[in-house]
Each structure stands twice: as structure tokens, then as C-alpha cells.
């Protein structure tokens, strides 16, 4: 009881600095991103590629979103730059890629290598961090995606189904409260036609204490993928 509430205290004793992780917690995922770039070390510099990241996936207006993901990109690739052992960096450069290529299209992220450039930084990423459940469910839907296009591009970049499921339990073995990963899952089993157990995941998502800004955002996921199951 004593550490919770020690850790409560932490957290909100940075909220009230303003720190780049509190401003992300709270939402101020453009406030955030500014003030990462201007601090410019590696470790600012990856939560302010977190934060665009953030921002694009969840504030932004569908015609800002490319730019806030590219914004992530190379925020991320100048904190690999300063430190190439820090792990986040090259887990937050694929999470900008991966979703910069779902407004690229198909035939021009083949076209740039991005699919490769996404599986290279995750497995960097767990190479240098075997536990990071992030990294897992990322990898998961790189697999996940690339099949679901066909056998011809899943044959072509390496995707394989058989890894999706490992990954994804794995992570949430790891990170049982993490909303998103119950959120991906569900998608995943959704789209496979499993939809009791994808219901499952959404509801226990939907149980779960949400701690920040994007953990509410990730509810608001839920909610909307369970009512369409029904």
C-alpha cells in the first residue's frame, strides 16, 4: 500500500513539473513533442517521437496525421543517432514507420523497403530489450498486416501467421494491464473470425484501470471495436 502510494506521489509530482513523461500522461502530446525537440538529448528525444506518434494516432486531423508520424520518425532516428544502444529509439522509429506505411500504400512502402526497415528496428529493439511487450505486439501486427495483404507480399517480405499469436499472448503475459495489447489482440481475433475471444480481450480492456491520456484513448478503442462485434 505504501509503494502505491509512493508511487502515486512520483507521478504526481511530475505531473505538476510538467516533465516530457507527465505531459505525455496527461495528453499534451504536442507540448510534449516541442519541448523533447528542443531538448534535444536521446532520451527526450524518444518520448518526443512517442509523443508526436501519440498525437498523430490520437489528436491529430486525418489530413496532420502523415506529417506528426514523419515528425516521429526523425525524431526517433536522431536519438539512434546520438545513442545507437538505446532500445525505445528504434522501437518508437518503427512504430512511426509502420504507420506512415498505412498512408503510403502497399505498392510504395515495397517500393521503399519500409517493411524491412520495421522488422529490422523491432527485432534491434528486442535484441536489446528481450521483455519489451511493445516491441512483441508490434512485431505480432507487422506479421499480422503483411498476411493479411496476401501470400504473394507475406511470401515476399518473411511475414509468417504462425507468429502473430506467440507474440501477442507473450506480451500480455509481460504487460497484463496494458490496455493497447488487448486492443490489438482483439483486432487480430476479430479479423480471424474469432470474435467470442476477441469480445473477451475488449472486455477485460475495458476493466482495466486507464493510467493516461492514452490508455483512455485506448478505451475509447475498445468500446467502439466491441459494439461492432455485436
Do not use: C
Request: charged share 30%; aromatic share 6%; net charge positive.
Amino acid at each position: 500500500m505504501r509503494q502505491a502510494l509512493f508511487a502515486a506521489a512520483l507521478l504526481a509530482v511530475a505531473l505538476a513539473q510538467g516533465d516530457l513523461a507527465g505531459l505525455i500522461a496527461q495528453g499534451r502530446f504536442a507540448e510534449a513533442y516541442e519541448r523533447g525537440v528542443r531538448e534535444a538529448t536521446p532520451q527526450a528525444l524518444v518520448l518526443a517521437a512517442q509523443a508526436a506518434s501519440y498525437h498523430a494516432m490520437y489528436v491529430a486531423k486525418p489530413e496532420e496525421k502523415r506529417a506528426w508520424f514523419e515528425r516521429a520518425e526523425k525524431a526517433a532516428s536522431q536519438a539512434i543517432a546520438q545513442d545507437p544502444g538505446l532500445a525505445e529509439a528504434y522501437f518508437e522509429r518503427a512504430r512511426a514507420l509502420g504507420r506512415l506505411s498505412q498512408f503510403k500504400g502497399i505498392l510504395e512502402a515495397l517500393a521503399e523497403g519500409l517493411a524491412p526497415r520495421i522488422r529490422a528496428d523491432l527485432e534491434e529493439t528486442l535484441k536489446r530489450k528481450p521483455d519489451h511487450a511493445g516491441a512483441m505486439v508490434a512485431l505480432a501486427l507487422w506479421h499480422f498486416e503483411l498476411v493479411q495483404k496476401g501470400w504473394l507480399v507475406a511470401a515476399t517480405q518473411g511475414a509468417d501467421r504462425a507468429r502473430v499469436e506467440p507474440l501477442m499472448r507473450r506480451a500480455i503475459e509481460l504487460e497484463p494491464e496494458a490496455i493497447v495489447h488487448r486492443v490489438e489482440y482483439a483486432r487480430v481475433l476479430a479479423a480471424w473470425g474469432r470474435k467470442e475471444e476477441a469480445r473477451k480481450q475488449l472486455e477485460t480492456a475495458l476493466a482495466l484501470p486507464a493510467r493516461t491520456a492514452a490508455d483512455r484513448y485506448e478505451k475509447e478503442r475498445a468500446q467502439k471495436a466491441l459494439a461492432e462485434l455485436r
